[in-house]
């Protein structure tokens, strides 16, 4: 069973940075993909970057391309998302996700395990 806990959030003032971090552990996830989604309130839950476990193919929603970067740590089995230029539009809760393929998919059905997810919120 693969668990995701998800840490690093809080409040930071808009163009502020801020850094999430995806601790994963159970089976070995060379072959998975791992996903950031988020949630604001009312809204449904959307993509927001995807690295594969064991390569370098990495995806970006058009919202964030230039101020979040996902990266991985394979010693610490741990996926990170560095969000800079933080807007009021990126309040939300930030899921992890893994996905038991190395395809990405920016489609939250096509995830097989999540974190609980960690807050972030921007503010003026």
């Known amino acids: 069973q693969v668990r995701l806990v998800e840490s690093g959030g809080g409040l930071v003032q808009a163009g502020g940075s801020m850094r999430l971090a995806c601790a994963a552990s159970?089976?070995?996830?060379?072959?998975?993909?791992v996903s950031w989604f988020r949630q604001a309130p009312g809204k449904e839950r959307e993509f927001v970057a995807s690295i594969r476990w064991g390569g370098a193919s990495i995806y970006y929603a058009d919202s964030v391309k230039g101020r979040f970067t996902i990266s991985r740590d394979n010693a610490k089995d741990t996926v990170y998302l560095q969000m800079n230029s933080l807007k009021l539009e990126d309040t939300a809760v930030y899921y992890c996700?893994?996905?038991?393929?190395?395809?990405?998919?920016?489609?939250?059905?096509?995830?097989?395990?999540w974190g609980q997810g960690t807050q972030v919120a921007v503010s003026s």
């Open positions: 159970g089976p070995t996830f060379s072959s998975y993909r």
């Open positions: 996700a893994a996905r038991i393929s190395p395809l990405t998919s920016s489609r939250k059905e096509d995830y097989n395990y």
